[in-house]
């Protein structure tokens, strides 16, 4: 079992930049993939990034170069920056656990994070 808890979703004008955090805790290895997911108002919940437990880092092509992802395997902390906003990067942000190393299974999830960007 892993728990996630986000924070640093927020409010902002576009072009700002917010980031946010998730803390696991729950199990002692870290050999699972994370990543971050978004669900807007009558949207499905769609993969922002993820990153392999050797580091492999994939990206939505909506937020390439403008996002970054990172993680603290001593800290067990994931981190995601979010540079030059878009209102329609507006959604609630969850944080995510693999039970895998390379992100196919997601079976964990964060209760999310509100991120709005107002034009």
């Known amino acids: 079992q892993v728990q996630l808890v986000e924070s640093g979703g927020g409010f902002v004008q576009a072009g700002g930049s917010l980031r946010l955090s998730c803390a696991a805790s729950g199990r002692t290895a870290s050999n699972y993939a994370m990543g971050w997911f978004r669900q807007a108002p009558r949207n499905e919940r769609e993969l922002v990034a993820s990153i392999t437990w050797g580091n492999v880092e994939n990206f939505a092509e909506s937020v390439k170069g403008r996002f970054t992802i990172s993680r603290d395997y001593i800290r067990k902390m994931l981190y995601l920056q979010m540079n030059s906003l878009k209102p329609e990067d507006t959604a609630v942000y969850y944080c995510?656990?693999?039970?895998?190393?390379?992100?196919?299974?997601?079976?964990?999830w964060g209760q999310g994070t509100q991120v709005t960007v107002s034009s």
């Open positions: 995510a656990a693999a039970r895998d190393m390379g992100g196919r299974y997601w079976d964990y």
